[in-house]
């Protein structure tokens, strides 16, 4: 079975501020997926980066990077200049390799601080 | 591109009542899943259907829970009768294909809560 933990149930950030965000997970597969997942208060769920478990380059997009170590199963987000708008729950999640299943973690609540 | 559709966004019954969901995914998109989202968790997979046929049902608590997606295109949840473990936010999701099952699209969800 695959589990995620995020260890960080609430995170605050100063604007313009940069942070990190923890995950780590637990699997024995060998190719998988992982991913962030924004989700403001209006709650639709947004993907923020998609990491594949074969790929040793760190994913980027705009102000969102990961740290991806996969030999300690660890898939951590940074969001640099932080704004406003990145106020939300994110959520790390895994997928195995042909899977059709999510598997989340509990979240993390971050608010930007202006 | 019209993005997920979901109603109601709120709802609120009491416990041995019924409810139902509605889902509306994104044209074109084969594949539609509905989520569980307890306060405080992550979303946990209830359904995923491929057109209309069910492709994983295994974590749906069948005794109380049905689900149908008649025609390939909207879906309804429906809990009879409800207790009161079952207040969260329903998600729905679509997606293209079934594999890679990756790239959904989530719904704003229905929140609902058993009293």
């Known amino acids: 079975a695959q589990t995620v933990t995020q260890s960080q149930p609430e995170m605050s950030v100063q604007e313009a501020e940069t942070v990190t965000l923890s995950c780590t997970y637990d699997t024995s597969e060998n190719n998988y997926y992982l991913f962030w997942y924004k989700q403001p208060p209006s709650r639709q769920m947004i993907l923020v980066i998609r990491q594949e478990a074969y790929k040793q380059q760190n994913a980027t997009e705009n102000r969102f990077s990961v740290n991806f170590q996969k030999a300690a199963k660890s898939f951590s987000l940074k969001i640099s200049d932080s704004q406003l708008g990145d106020t939300a729950m994110y959520f790390c999640a895994f997928m195995k390799q042909g899977g059709n299943q999510f598997y989340f973690g509990t979240g993390t609540s971050l608010t930007v601080i202006p | 591109e019209a993005g997920v559709a979901q109603s109601p966004r709120y709802k609120i019954i009491e416990k041995r009542q019924s409810v139902a969901f509605w889902c509306n995914p994104i044209s074109g998109h084969a594949t539609l899943y509905w989520y569980q989202q307890i306060l405080g968790q992550g979303p946990k997979l209830l359904i995923q259907?491929?057109?209309?046929?069910?492709?994983?049902d295994s974590q749906l608590p069948k005794d109380r829970f049905s689900a149908e997606r008649l025609k390939g295109v909207d879906s309804t949840l429906k809990i009879q009768p409800a207790k009161l473990e079952d207040s969260a936010v329903y998600l729905c999701?679509?997606?293209?294909?079934?594999?890679?099952?990756?790239?959904?699209?989530f719904g704003p969800g229905t929140r609902l809560t058993v009293t």
């Open positions: 999701a679509s997606s293209l294909v079934v594999r890679p099952s990756y790239e959904q699209y």
């Open positions: 259907f491929q057109n209309n046929g069910v492709v994983d």
